[in-house]
């Protein structure tokens, strides 16, 4: 997974994985979803996005399995 912010067109593109791209989906006026093959989404554009995220706190965290 890679997450590229683009501060110049406040742009946030999300990539979940390298597979083809065969259909793409505006799921409305600034949002982007490519899926591949399979239906299983390939990245996601989202425009604007200050607005729609909180782009300015993101971070991420791995949770191990537990063992019980």
């Known amino acids: 997974m890679k997450v590229t912010y683009f501060d110049d067109t406040d742009t946030l593109l999300v990539y979940f994985n390298d597979n083809q791209i065969v259909e793409t989906k505006d799921l409305n006026a600034n949002t982007i979803v490519e ?10 554009t989202i425009e604007h996005a200050k ?10 965290n791995k949770v191990e399995k537990l063992a019980i």
């Open 35 to 44: 899926f591949d093959q399979n239906g299983n989404i390939v990245s996601m």
């Open 51 to 60: 607005g729609q995220t909180e782009i300015s706190s993101f971070s991420f």
